[in-house]
């Protein structure tokens, strides 16, 4: 009797026992990290909970390794700044987008390979070589030889790996823009200081001559007072052009300037009226070809001024006796207004930047004529300023075409000025 109870405790320790350490099982394989069900365990030792509770605040810890680690991810996907994770060898081990789109390659097929096969940079990797060589860190700039040049401010820092050697990790940051800017600020500035100088030269020893020399020579004086009046005009030109774009450049310029739907025609023939007489002096003659159905939705204004400054130069730089030519076509989206000379032409080689500021072909010629240098990238800066653009063809000996391309009103802009 007592050995079949003792028999039957047994069986029924056996089978909890069985049961506690299916349940123990679950718990660990299946249990979520935020369970707290640390009973329901019986007859086993109490080695088994101490287990439990570390094995899941183990797994709490490594849930929030992963969930930073995934953060991590997410802001370095993010980031504009190329970042590229090296080995002790070179070998990428990662990369972001940023680093994928700045330097041309696909991270998924670079992983593994050498820094060297992937990105044929002589300059990046002698930068690459120098960090590794000096406790992995580094602060330079470099220039890259792609298609379209790169500035990049390069920083190294070293990537540690446990039992291996550090690696790098390299932050890339895009500064071509910037660079250019700096570039274009300083010959711009340079290009001011010389052309202020000449007529503010002219002007003073003109004027001093008139202080310190007694002119009987009512001719010669009256020369003289010319000369510094031509001057002031040209000094005054260069100043209220200077203004202008300086105003265009502003990237809130378009929000202070009012917009309307303009007929081209109204525009073109103010501009032939304004330098009719200019035209009439060197017997040139302009011809128009407007529809009278092209319509703009732009700054009055600023439109006559380019125009203007187009047909300006067209009449300045045509020889006598010729004909300028002022048509518009309607294409598409755009609006093409364009301005044709019979004028010497334009070397191929000066076309791609002939929209810069202070650019010319004939310096001596222009200065003559009184250009300010200024004109054409006015110019273009009112074309982008109306979501447009300009265009240029030329030929040597054949004359000139300055196009203005300007978008069409949409429906909803012309439904909208038509209801206002």
């Not at 690459?128 to 390069?154: T, W």
């Not at 202008?244 to 809130?252: G, I, K, N, Y």
Request: with cysteine; hydrophobic share 40%.
């Amino acid at each position: 009797m007592v050995a079949a109870a003792i028999l039957s405790a047994w069986a029924v320790t056996a089978l909890i026992r069985r049961q506690s350490m299916r349940k123990l099982s679950r718990a660990l394989a299946e249990a979520p990290a935020d369970s707290r069900d640390e009973e329901g365990f019986p007859l086993l030792e109490t080695l088994a909970g101490d287990v439990l509770r570390r094995l899941r605040h183990e797994r709490e810890r490594r849930d929030r390794v992963e969930e930073r680690l995934r953060e991590i991810e997410r802001v370095l996907r993010a980031t504009p700044i190329a970042v590229i994770a090296l080995d002790h060898l070179q070998r990428i081990v990662g990369s972001n987008p940023a680093a994928e789109r700045l330097l041309n390659f696909d991270e998924r097929t670079a992983r593994g390979r050498l820094l060297q096969e992937v990105v044929r940079q002589p300059a990046l990797n002698r930068a690459v070589a120098r960090a590794l060589a000096a406790d992995g860190r580094l602060h330079d700039e470099l220039h890259l030889e792609f298609d379209s040049p790169l500035e990049l401010q390069i920083s190294c820092e070293p990537l540690q790996a446990e039992s291996q050697p550090a690696g790098l990790v390299l932050s890339l940051v895009d500064v071509t823009r910037m660079r250019r800017l700096e570039s274009m600020r300083s010959e711009f500035a340079a290009n001011v200081s010389h052309e202020l100088r000449t007529p503010i030269t002219n002007i003073k020893g003109y004027v001093e001559t008139l202080l310190q020399v007694d002119l009987d020579d009512s001719e010669r004086r009256r020369k003289f007072l010319e000369i510094i009046h031509r001057n002031t005009v040209r000094l005054s030109g260069i100043v209220e052009d200077i203004l202008t774009l300086a105003f265009l450049e502003e990237p809130e310029s378009r929000q202070t300037l009012e917009f309307a739907q303009v007929p081209v025609r109204e525009i073109v023939n103010e501009v032939v009226d304004a330098l009719g007489t200019a035209a009439t002096a060197r017997s040139i003659r302009i011809s128009v070809s407007v529809p009278d159905s092209a319509v703009v939705d732009a700054n009055r204004s600023l439109l006559e001024q380019a125009l203007a400054n187009l047909v300006s130069n067209a009449i300045r730089y045509s020889g006598e006796g010729t004909a300028v030519r002022i048509e518009c076509v309607e294409t598409g989206e755009q609006v093409r207004i364009s301005v044709h000379d019979q004028g010497p032409g334009i070397p191929s080689k000066h076309l791609p930047r002939i929209f810069e500021r202070f650019y010319r072909v004939d310096k001596a010629r222009a200065r003559a004529q009184g250009g300010t240098g200024l004109g054409l990238a006015i110019v273009k800066h009112i074309a982008t300023t109306h979501g447009g653009g300009v265009e240029v063809a030329s030929q040597v000996g054949s004359g000139s075409c300055f196009s203005l391309l300007l978008p069409r009103p949409s429906a909803g802009a012309a439904a909208g000025r038509i209801a206002g």
